[in-house]
């Protein structure tokens, strides 16, 4: 016996059971209280700086299981899940112990009564009741080490559900066991291949179906080693898997379908640990409409997250995000299988001019580098292939050399090249028997090459010999049934390893202590307030940024003095805690020149203010800079990332254009000048018509600065936008000509 007895469990028990049919669906709740989270390393905002790796061997690979409610009674849908967990247990090599208040036995195995009857301490405990919660209770006395709950009713049916949810969850941490759902399926106790070779694809779902193209990728000789369907996440999540998967050394790759994150932090987390053991990501990312948003919402109660930012941290952390299940079962493939590449370099080689040519178009509009190879080795391939057909790159060998010893010596010439890091040949229909002696080639010279050959078999049949076994039997050959799908996991393929190969974890340098900066901006913070124009500009220079020569005056005669000191021209400003865009509101004036010009300004920008009734605390005389790149830079507050940090085209370009890229701190030059690349605009900055390059140094900077004001005040600021921030040419700096800050 293990633990204490308790004197309701059994009643309670069979009452659960009974009154559901065994049938785990629709959850029962009641109340319970969440504990402290434990205390780890944090940044500078409080925030955690590595993530925390479950031990889920006992989980995988347990050496005890209890199935709680199991049932042997045909008919009960209890039955075929206690079926298929015990075969599962019987291939893993566990001990399992049924558990039920009325059955002495189950499947010819001893049943026991209830929780506290079970002959040894359990690794797992798989729930097959319709309400988890007083079940995880009980399961606190005999220090199980993993739980699984498969019922549903909770935060994917809306508030109540949720509330239910955070009870579950509570009892959870209480416990001191991890739990897996609720709202799950079976799919971790499915039945891997263990005849295949080579590194494995680990699988993450959120819903079950959609994990199902990478499991049958086992039916082509793929080989998986786990597959975590993580449900609901009052618990486990995906964040958790992708840290563990991330250590596991038979994992070449990770797939995820990912409906929506627990919470932004620990996935950033997770990211860097894969990233920083080398270990591709791929994931599904449902959220890109608000259709989409909705839908995942209501399947897992889950967070979708604004898309551009997820889209963009997953960027940032090396995650490859595709659209499809086919595209991700594709990708990952490749990456869990092929070897470094030596090169970025891809020739495309094929029989007909126009497959090449066609296939070369979209190759490049993807952004792969197809080199033109070098008259030396154009001359070498036209030993084997006729003058008249070009073999620059694309490669066309007119299709007679293929069904010779040709052949073969042309696909060895072209890896031959050091420029050459990837062979694609698509082979748009089958033509027996050529296509029969390409595709042996092919699979012949990747077993002699450490490059990559993919080979696109474009028949709709797909039974040929040539297709089901020779390049599905090959384990270097990439086999690819698109266009679309090769060039979107060749991509994947090299940009992967350009990322690892520099990365370095923006976490090892983040802040863990606050600067002088924090300390002079925190007193200017006004809680649940907008700062003014000048605050919020004081708020700036705390952080080292450059604003105009400036004075806030009180009186038309303060101004008149105040452009002397600032020096002639000068623009006035209405500045006040309420005024958002003033320009709107003729709140403006450039460009002015003389006293009097000031002091009609001054008279006009104060009776607008009385007039649409905004309150101010001055006007501003600034300096007036005019020759240079607007640019915006600003903080917003993510509900699932914190902080985020945005840097786009500024003035009415903003939002005309919406040409902005976003980064969430900690990130590191290389990601603030990789923002600047992103933008459409970017040719501005290198200076177009006649202009001279901006001062590309100097809004990096800017950037940074931003990014550290934004990790040390954390939610104390709920936006910050600077626009413009005018950046002039090379090496003369950047100027933040307005600011509007809004405290939390």
Same mark, same amino acid.
């Given at each position: 016996?293990?633990?204490?007895?308790h004197?309701?469990?059994t009643?309670?028990?069979?009452?659960?059971v009974?009154?559901?049919?065994?049938?785990?669906?629709?959850?029962v709740?009641?109340?319970?209280?969440?504990?402290?989270?434990?205390?780890?390393?944090?940044?500078?905002?409080g925030?955690?700086?590595h993530?925390d790796?479950?031990?889920?061997?006992?989980?995988?690979?347990?050496?005890?299981?209890?199935?709680?409610?199991?049932?042997?009674?045909?008919g009960?849908?209890?039955?075929?899940?206690t079926?298929q967990l015990?075969?599962?247990?019987?291939?893993v090599?566990?001990?399992?112990?049924?558990?039920?208040?009325?059955?002495?036995?189950?499947?010819?195995?001893?049943?026991?009564?209830?929780?506290?009857?079970?002959?040894?301490?359990?690794?797992?405990a798989?729930?097959?009741?319709?309400?988890?919660?007083?079940?995880?209770?009980?399961?606190?006395?005999?220090k199980?080490?993993?739980?699984?709950?498969?019922?549903?009713?909770?935060?994917?049916?809306?508030?109540a559900?949720?509330a @239910?949810?955070? &009870?579950?969850a509570?009892?959870? +941490?209480?416990s *001191? $066991?991890?739990? /897996?759902?609720?709202n799950?399926? =079976?799919?971790?106790f499915?039945?891997?291949?263990?005849?295949?070779?080579?590194?494995?694809?680990?699988?993450i779902?959120?819903?079950?179906?959609?994990?199902r193209?990478?499991?049958t990728?086992?039916?082509l000789?793929?080989?998986?080693?786990?597959?975590?369907?993580t449900?609901?996440e009052?618990?486990?999540?995906?964040?958790?898997?992708?840290s563990?998967?991330a250590?596991?050394?038979?994992?070449?790759a990770?797939a995820?379908?990912?409906?929506g994150?627990?919470?932004?932090?620990?996935?950033?987390?997770?990211?860097?640990r894969a990233?920083?053991?080398?270990?591709p990501?791929?994931?599904?990312?449902?959220?890109?409409?608000?259709?989409?948003?909705?839908?995942a919402a209501?399947?897992?109660?889950?967070?979708?997250?604004a898309?551009?930012?997820?889209? @963009?941290?997953? &960027?940032?952390f090396g995650?490859? +995000?595709?659209? *499809? $299940?086919d595209? /991700?079962?594709?990708t990952?493939? =490749?990456l869990?299988?092929?070897?470094?590449?030596?090169?970025d370099?891809?020739?495309?080689?094929?029989?007909?001019?126009g497959?090449?040519?066609?296939?070369?178009?979209?190759?490049?509009?993807?952004?792969?580098?197809?080199?033109t190879?070098?008259?030396?080795?154009?001359?070498?391939?036209?030993?084997?292939?006729?003058?008249?057909l070009?073999?620059?790159n694309?490669?066309?060998?007119?299709?007679?050399?293929?069904?010779?010893?040709?052949?073969?010596k042309?696909?060895?010439?072209?890896?031959?090249?050091?420029?050459?890091?990837?062979?694609?040949?698509?082979?748009?229909?089958?033509?027996?028997?050529?296509?029969?002696?390409?595709?042996?080639?092919?699979?012949?010279?990747?077993?002699?090459?450490?490059?990559?050959?993919?080979?696109?078999?474009g028949?709709?049949?797909?039974?040929?010999d040539?297709?089901?076994?020779?390049?599905?039997?090959s384990?270097?050959?990439?086999?690819?049934?698109?266009f679309?799908?090769?060039?979107?996991?060749?991509?994947?393929?090299?940009?992967?390893?350009?990322f690892?190969?520099?990365?370095?974890?923006?976490f090892?340098?983040?802040?863990?202590?606050?600067?002088?900066?924090?300390r002079?901006?925190?007193?200017?913070?006004?809680?649940?307030?907008?700062?003014?124009?000048?605050?919020?500009?004081?708020?700036?220079?705390a952080?080292?940024?450059?604003?105009?020569?400036?004075?806030?005056?009180?009186?038309?005669?303060?101004?008149?003095?105040?452009?002397?000191?600032?020096?002639?021209?000068?623009?006035?400003?209405?500045?006040?805690?309420?005024?958002?865009?003033?320009?709107?509101?003729?709140?403006?004036k450039?460009?002015?020149?003389?006293?009097?010009q000031?002091r009609?300004?001054?008279?006009?920008?104060?009776?607008?203010a009385?007039?649409?009734?905004?309150?101010?605390?001055?006007?501003?005389?600034?300096?007036m800079v005019?020759?240079?790149?607007?640019?915006?830079?600003?903080?917003?507050?993510?509900?699932?990332?914190?902080p985020?940090?945005?840097v786009?085209?500024?003035?009415?370009?903003?939002?005309?254009?919406?040409?902005?890229?976003?980064?969430?701190?900690?990130?590191?030059?290389?990601?603030?000048?990789?923002?600047?690349?992103?933008?459409?605009?970017?040719?501005?900055?290198?200076?177009?018509?006649?202009?001279?390059?901006?001062?590309?140094?100097?809004?990096?900077?800017?950037?940074?600065?931003?990014?550290?004001?934004?990790?040390?005040?954390?939610?104390?600021?709920?936006?910050l936008?600077?626009n413009?921030l005018?950046?002039?040419?090379?090496?003369?700096?950047?100027v933040?000509?307005?600011?509007?800050?809004?405290?939390?």
């Open positions: 016996m293990l633990g204490s007895t004197g309701t469990l009643t309670d028990f069979r009452a659960r009974e009154a559901c049919g065994e049938t785990p669906r629709t959850a709740h009641s109340s319970a209280a969440p504990s402290a989270d434990d205390a780890i390393p944090v940044d500078v905002s925030r955690p700086l993530a790796v479950p031990d889920l061997d006992r989980f995988f690979r347990p050496e005890s299981v209890a199935v709680i409610g199991a049932s042997d009674a045909e009960r849908p209890n039955t075929g899940i079926r015990i075969a599962w247990a019987d291939r090599g566990a001990r399992i112990h049924p558990v039920h208040p009325t059955r002495p036995t189950v499947f010819g195995l001893a049943c026991h009564a209830s929780v506290a009857d079970l002959p040894e301490q359990v690794d797992l798989v729930l097959l009741v319709s309400d988890p919660l007083p079940v995880i209770e009980e399961l606190a006395d005999t199980v080490k993993f739980a699984v709950a498969f019922a549903s009713g909770f935060a994917e049916t809306g508030g559900g949720a @239910a949810q955070e &009870r579950l509570a009892a959870v +941490r209480r *001191g $066991l991890r739990l /897996l759902g609720p799950t399926n =079976l799919n971790a499915e039945a891997f291949r263990d005849d295949l070779d080579g590194p494995a694809i680990a699988l779902t959120q819903s079950g179906h959609q994990g193209p990478v499991y990728l086992q039916e000789g793929i080989r998986l080693s786990h597959w975590a369907p449900g609901n009052a618990d486990l999540e995906t964040s958790d898997f992708i563990y998967f250590e596991q050394p038979e994992v070449g990770i995820c379908y990912v409906e994150l627990k919470d932004g932090r620990s996935f950033l987390l997770a990211a860097d990233a920083r053991n080398g270990v990501v791929v994931a599904v990312k449902v959220g890109r409409t608000e259709a989409g948003a909705r839908m209501s399947h897992t109660g889950k967070l979708t997250g898309d551009t930012v997820v889209d @963009a941290a997953m &960027r940032q995650v490859i +995000r595709v659209d *499809g $299940l595209e /991700l079962q594709d990952a493939a =490749l869990a299988r092929a070897r470094r590449p030596e090169a370099g891809v020739v495309v080689y094929s029989i007909s001019g497959t090449g040519a066609h296939f070369s178009d979209l190759a490049t509009e993807a952004g792969l580098t197809l080199p190879l070098s008259q030396a080795k154009q001359d070498e391939l036209h030993q084997w292939i006729p003058p008249y070009n073999v620059a694309p490669v066309d060998n007119g299709g007679h050399p293929v069904g010779d010893w040709r052949g073969r042309i696909i060895d010439a072209i890896l031959a090249d050091p420029s050459v890091g990837v062979l694609i040949c698509p082979i748009t229909g089958p033509f027996p028997p050529m296509s029969d002696k390409l595709a042996q080639d092919l699979v012949d010279a990747a077993e002699q090459s450490d490059k990559l050959i993919c080979v696109i078999w028949s709709p049949v797909g039974t040929e040539a297709y089901r076994t020779t390049l599905l039997g384990s270097r050959v990439a086999t690819f049934r698109t679309g799908n090769c060039i979107t996991a060749v991509r994947a393929y090299l940009g992967h390893h350009r690892t190969d520099r990365y370095r974890s923006p090892e340098d983040a802040p863990r202590t606050p600067s002088p900066s924090y002079k901006a925190q007193a200017l913070m006004r809680p649940g307030q907008q700062l003014s124009e000048h605050a919020a500009k004081q708020l700036l220079r952080y080292g940024i450059r604003v105009p020569r400036e004075q806030l005056v009180t009186s038309a005669a303060a101004a008149v003095r105040a452009a002397g000191l600032v020096g002639y021209p000068v623009v006035m400003k209405a500045s006040g805690p309420q005024l958002g865009h003033k320009t709107e509101l003729g709140l403006v450039i460009g002015l020149t003389s006293a009097s000031i009609d300004a001054y008279r006009e920008l104060t009776d607008i009385r007039y649409e009734n905004v309150p101010l605390d001055g006007i501003l005389v600034c300096q005019e020759r240079g790149v607007e640019m915006v830079v600003g903080v917003t507050q993510d509900d699932l990332f914190g985020t940090v945005t786009g085209l500024g003035g009415v370009l903003v939002e005309v254009l919406h040409d902005a890229a976003v980064r969430v701190p900690p990130f590191g030059e290389d990601q603030a000048r990789a923002m600047l690349t992103e933008l459409r605009g970017h040719a501005l900055l290198e200076g177009v018509r006649g202009a001279p390059p901006a001062d590309v140094d100097a809004l990096v900077e800017v950037v940074l600065r931003i990014q550290r004001m934004a990790l040390e005040l954390g939610d104390e600021l709920s936006e936008d600077i413009p005018m950046v002039l040419p090379r090496g003369q700096g950047a933040a000509l307005d600011a509007l800050a809004i405290c939390r």
